[in-house]
């Protein structure tokens, strides 16, 4: 019998409930310290959670008793905490992204490094069951080559309903946007291309949104050593053009294209989808809805999946982390995979 793995988590909001949440559902774990700038977020999670609050990071981290800190405050306050976590010689598991600028990015992997102590990186869509399987049949060779990758989120309610993330997320006049935007979301899939692919992209083209400046479309094109092609185009500010036969019911939870967020069991209207192209086949992922269907020729075929979906998926996260502490292993999703798709995000801004 394993003792217990003891959690603190910084930073208290919108992703922090999905994390503490799905974590109920796993034995032996306890959240033993939690932190929020926003006093009233530290006082209702440490007495929902039993467990030790506070407002400074830092007095979390002189505390200590922990196996992991979670770093889940907005990207641009990631560095100082990181650094912090590092030096206080914590394993760390940060959100993504791992920083706004790559200059960031590179000193916290450094600081990691220094004190030698893991850094696990929140690429979560990994952990996504449509995502895992899709990998594993590429890797099987089930569609040949890849070809061709693409996702698009072109949707919303209009301009005028066009909301970015606040400048504690991404300050004002550096790469930033909306939730559904190149950074923010842009980021999980570019490092899925680059696992599926198994590399960094050797070639990219692309345009972001401006924190703080009017809405404009954001896209990036990259080209990977194996001549794959992988397109993303996001734009939250416009409307839809799925037809209603298009949609279905979700088979998880789903961050929408205008930042709401659908229940599991949800009829989704426009799901969210990942389309991988190869030379003998095809796949298209569904990683939210939890829903994956194969095409060798012989039409769509959809593929069973076994795994916990969206918001789940942050416990099977967390399981890894905590096999590869135990195991002494490197993380299966660590500071270079983050600098990847920091460096990738930076070089399409230039
Ligand atoms: N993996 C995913 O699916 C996913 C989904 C959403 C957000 N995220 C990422 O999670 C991170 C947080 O996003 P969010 O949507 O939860 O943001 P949020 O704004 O809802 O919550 C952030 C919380 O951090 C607190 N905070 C800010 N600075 C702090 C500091 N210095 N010390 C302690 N607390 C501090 C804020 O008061 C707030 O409660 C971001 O990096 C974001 O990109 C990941």
Redesign the pocket.
């Known amino acids: 019998m394993q003792s217990q793995f003891r959690l603190g988590i910084?930073?208290?909001?919108?992703?922090?409930?999905?994390h503490i949440a799905a974590y109920q559902e796993l034995d032996g774990i306890r959240i033993v310290s939690v932190?929020?700038?926003?006093a009233d977020?530290a006082r209702h999670w440490g007495q929902a959670l039993d467990a030790a609050h506070y407002?400074?990071?830092r007095d979390l981290l002189a505390r200590g008793g922990v196996d992991l800190v979670l770093v889940?405050?907005?990207?641009s306050?990631?560095r100082?905490?990181v650094e912090a976590a590092a030096a206080a010689g914590f394993p760390i598991l940060c959100?993504?992204?791992l920083a706004v600028t790559v200059e960031d990015g590179v000193a916290m992997v450094a600081a990691c490094t220094r004190h030698g102590v893991k850094l696990f990186y929140?690429s979560?869509?990994r952990y996504l069951p449509a995502v895992r399987t899709a990998k594993a049949l590429i890797d099987q060779g089930a569609i040949g080559n890849i070809q061709v990758m693409t996702e698009q989120m072109i949707g919303g309610n209009g301009a005028a309903a066009y909301r970015q993330?606040?400048p504690?997320?991404y300050p004002h006049g550096g790469p930033g946007g909306s939730?559904m935007g190149l950074v923010?979301h842009g980021v999980?899939l570019i490092d899925v291309f680059s696992w599926f692919t198994g590399g960094a992209p050797v070639q990219v083209m692309g345009s972001g949104q401006i924190s703080g400046a009017p809405l404009r479309s954001e896209h990036l094109t990259m080209r990977f050593a194996g001549g794959a092609m992988g397109h993303l185009i996001y734009n939250a500010g416009t409307y839809s053009t799925y037809l209603p036969n298009e949609g279905m019911f979700s088979g998880g939870m789903s961050?929408l294209t205008d930042g709401s967020l659908a229940p599991p069991g949800t009829w989704l209207g426009e799901p969210g989808s990942i389309s991988v192209h190869g030379t003998t086949g095809s796949l298209r992922i569904f990683h939210f809805a939890n829903a994956l269907f194969l095409n060798q020729g012989k039409g769509m075929r959809q593929i069973a999946l076994e795994g916990r979906p969206?918001p789940d998926h942050?416990a099977t996260q967390l399981e890894d982390c905590i096999a590869a502490i135990r195991d002494d292993r490197a993380p299966s999703i660590g500071g270079e995979d983050a600098l990847r798709a920091l460096r990738v995000i930076e070089a399409a801004y230039h």
């Open positions: 910084i930073g208290l909001g919108l992703v922090a409930k999905e932190c929020d700038v926003n977020a407002t400074d990071y889940l405050t907005p990207a306050t990631h100082p905490i959100e993504k992204p929140g979560i869509y993330l606040a504690v997320h939730g923010d999980h961050w969206c942050f």
